[in-house]
């Protein structure tokens, strides 16, 4: 507590506990907190579904003055830490902050910033292939507020317990996950 309460007198910070233990949650929601996300959808990976229409640049390979808005930014703060990906198409361009990790023993894709957020709608198939390509991975994961229109095939996990922030004047789906000890620490 002696690390958290300088941060919660601080009203300029936005405050996330994504990983909490549920006694902890509870003293959270006691110090302002609201629920930020209740579930984690989850994707298979299906390979063979994968456009070939879009180009696709992980972290390196990315330009940041070709992002769209702050993205850029985003991009330059987590090189290094976490894995990007930028997913060019007739739409515009899909950004995205992922760490590999495991859901149910499976290796995973855990998207931690999804921008804009109706860019999975139109990049998922391309993005899969990639971090299939790239990581092996099977599953795609992402708090369901990261994104719109999400294409099936999925499923909703609950979180148990929820993921919750405390911040002024703003919503869940302003927040994404990145920034956070979840990218930070490769959760």
């Given amino acids: 507590m002696s690390l958290v309460m300088p941060a919660l007198r601080r009203k300029d910070l936005v405050v996330t506990n994504l990983t909490s233990l549920p006694r902890v949650h509870d003293i959270f929601k006691r110090l302002g907190f609201r629920t930020l996300e209740t579930f984690t959808r989850v994707h298979p990976i299906w390979p063979s579904l994968g456009s070939t229409d879009f180009d696709v640049r992980f972290g390196e390979a990315i330009e940041p003055v070709g992002l769209p808005g702050n993205q850029g930014q985003v991009h330059e703060a987590h090189r290094g830490i976490a894995g990007t990906v930028a ?46 390509r790239r990581h092996a991975a099977v599953l795609l994961a992402y708090d369901r507020r990261l994104a719109t229109n999400a294409k099936e095939p999925y499923r909703d996990f609950p979180l148990t317990p929820a993921r919750i922030y405390r911040g002024d004047n703003l919503a869940p789906e302003d927040l994404t996950n990145a920034f956070s000890e979840t990218v930070l620490l490769n959760i």
């Fill in 87 to 132: 997913i060019s198409g007739p739409e515009g361009i899909c950004y995205v902050v992922y760490t590999i990790s495991r859901f149910r023993g499976l290796r995973t894709a855990r998207l931690h910033h999804v921008a804009p957020r109706d860019g999975l709608s139109w990049s998922l198939y391309s993005l899969q292939l990639a971090l299939f």
